[in-house]
């Protein structure tokens, strides 16, 4: 397996997974704003959507969206217990999951990176993820973990999504729960290998 990739960007998540599984893989970076890979391809002819992460399997096929790539890397080694089998309560769980982190945690950054965005609306959009942060918080408060007692996909993706708070100003120390899981996670070997191969301090 191929991992496409942009140092720090939502890609980290599954890259974190595919370091836990001890799969087989590689990984490419991309420059998004060219749409170019570090071998000089044309990243739009590999994913005509444009964005990472994007994964490019053994038999040639490509897959996107992390959600869907979290997943597929965690049912490829089963033992690992990166996700609870299919058709299981765990496993509506575990979607829940990450389609809560997709969409009101992930796409809640986006307009803090864009520096067309007036202050007053990043300010807006702060007290939102804030209000995230406090659900979050709370069920943290009594699990190591999103699932539990076990690491997931799903934190994988919120340990990748929580690293960009220091880039916009939110300051996790208001979520104390919240950001000893950050810590917890950030200790694993799994994510401080996938950090060093993308040169992330």
């Known amino acids: 397996m191929k991992l496409y990739y942009n140092p720090g960007a939502c890609s980290l998540a599954p890259h974190i997974l595919l370091q836990e599984s001890k799969a087989k893989f590689t990984i490419e970076k991309v420059d998004l704003k060219n749409k170019t ?3 000089g391809e044309d990243f739009r002819k590999i994913n005509p959507k444009g964005y990472v992460p994007t994964l490019k ?3 040639g ?3 996107t969206e992390g959600p869907a790539i979290m997943q597929y890397i965690a049912d490829q080694v089963p033992a690992t217990k990166l996700a609870p089998a299919a058709g299981t309560m765990a496993r509506y769980r575990l979607q829940e999951w990450l389609n809560f982190i997709t969409s009101e945690l992930h796409k809640g950054f986006s307009p803090l990176f864009n520096p067309a965005v007036p202050d ?6 702060k007290e939102n993820l804030g209000k995230r942060f406090d659900y979050l918080n709370d069920h943290l408060t009594k699990h190591n973990f999103l699932l539990g007692q ?3 996909a799903p934190d994988a993706y919120l340990y990748t999504v929580l690293s960009w708070s220091g ?3 939110i300051d996790l120390n208001k979520w104390s729960s919240l950001q000893a899981f950050f810590k917890r996670v950030g200790e694993r070997p799994s994510v401080k290998a996938a950090r060093t ?3 992330l301090k």
């Open 37 to 39: 890979t570090e071998k």
């Open 57 to 59: 399997l053994d038999n």
């Open 150 to 152: 076990d690491f997931t």
């Open 120 to 125: 007053s609306y990043k300010a807006m959009v």
């Open 197 to 199: 191969a993308e040169g």
């Open 61 to 63: 096929e490509v897959l």
């Open 167 to 169: 880039y916009v100003g």
